[in-house]
């Protein structure tokens, strides 16, 4: 479905053709918990559904991504897909009052520049913990600012963060999802050529794996204290859509199906052009580029299995 929308205060100075696709019913693979059959027609009635659809589908979908007070420039930091709302949001120790719009990756982007780095067999460290801590270095030296989140139901070693918390699973997961990973890539219209390599970069990185100390807590206390902005989301899991949006400066607009649905209902975003541009500031050729983008929507995927029971349907934004 296409529509024409004139551009919110604070978004970018172009009217927007969006074209809005249902890609598939479900990835078709996953051990996780969150599902959309286990709740549709039961828990959330069909009608009702059908609400959250035509807001899926519809020009509310996106939001711009926010701009620096002041400026003209958008925010240039990432937060992770979860669909949950925001309870408080910290940067340097403290509260701030308001939540701006960030574009969103699975585990923000010192996770994405982790995916990258291993597709390229450019990782040093086995330890996760120490391969989470260089993935944020590296972030920083090539220009990429990121956020995290937390929530209100984290204790002991964990963070809050499903992509995060459940690294060493997701990991193991894309290794051993790889070809079910690589049809649903095919089915997106990416291009798959070094996928196999990525593949076996992937595989080649857990077989050494060291996660025997891993401790989420531990990744997201390292981005705190870089003084990047941590959100803690409250609530349950509700997610029950993936929508992907291709538009550069727009985000998924998750706030407008949560209120459509009065929170019963969730949507998980990923920003793809953000996941592009995490892979263009992190390699300089071409090929480590694509390899970075690979292995960015190969981790994306396997947090999806690990997480979910992979029938939530998938939803494509894109401008025409």
């Known amino acids: 479905m296409s529509y024409e929308r004139t551009p919110e205060i604070g978004?970018?100075?172009?009217?927007?053709?969006?074209?809005?696709t249902r890609l598939v019913d479900g990835i078709g693979y996953g051990e996780g918990t969150i599902s959309h059959v286990a709740r549709a027609g039961s828990e959330v009635p069909k009608t009702e559904l059908a609400k959250i659809e035509d807001v899926i589908t519809s020009p509310d979908i996106l939001m711009p991504v926010s701009k620096y007070k002041g400026r003209e420039d958008l925010l240039a930091d990432d937060g992770c897909g979860d669909g949950r709302g925001v309870l408080t949001i910290i940067e340097n120790g403290e509260i701030r009052k308001k939540s701006l719009n960030r574009a969103k990756?699975?585990?923000?982007?010192?996770?994405?520049?982790?995916?990258?780095?291993?597709?390229?067999?450019?990782?040093?460290?086995?330890?996760?913990?120490?391969?989470?801590?260089?993935?944020?270095?590296?972030?920083s030296s090539h220009g990429i600012d990121f956020?995290?989140?937390?929530?209100?139901?984290?204790?002991?070693?964990?963070?809050?963060?499903?992509?995060?918390?459940?690294?060493?699973?997701?990991l193991r997961n894309a290794v051993r999802m790889k070809s079910e990973i690589a049809d649903t890539i095919t089915a997106l219209g990416i291009d798959t050529t070094g996928l196999d390599e990525v593949n076996d970069a992937f595989g080649s990185y857990v077989s050494g794996l060291d996660d025997a100390q891993y401790n989420g807590k531990s990744v997201l206390d390292g981005i705190v204290l870089q003084g990047k902005v941590i959100k803690q989301l409250k609530s349950s899991h509700n997610e029950m859509y993936i929508v992907l949006n291709t538009v550069p400066g727009y985000t998924v607009n998750q706030i407008a199906v949560r209120d459509a649905s009065k929170e019963s209902v969730q949507v998980f975003a990923v920003d793809v052009w953000r996941i592009q541009q995490i892979a263009e500031k992190m390699y300089t050729d071409t090929t480590s580029q694509h390899k970075a983008l690979l292995g960015e929507l190969v981790y994306t995927l396997a947090t999806a299995a690990t997480l979910t029971k992979g029938d939530l349907p998938v939803y494509s934004v894109s401008s025409t």
């Open 105 to 139: 990756v699975f585990g923000g982007g010192a996770t994405m520049t982790l995916s990258a780095m291993i597709a390229n067999k450019a990782m040093p460290f086995q330890n996760l913990q120490d391969a989470f801590t260089e993935s944020m270095q590296q972030a």
């Open 11 to 20: 978004s970018p100075t172009v009217e927007l053709n969006l074209s809005v």
């Open 147 to 170: 956020g995290a989140h937390s929530d209100e139901h984290a204790s002991d070693d964990k963070s809050g963060c499903g992509a995060i918390d459940n690294a060493p699973k997701i």
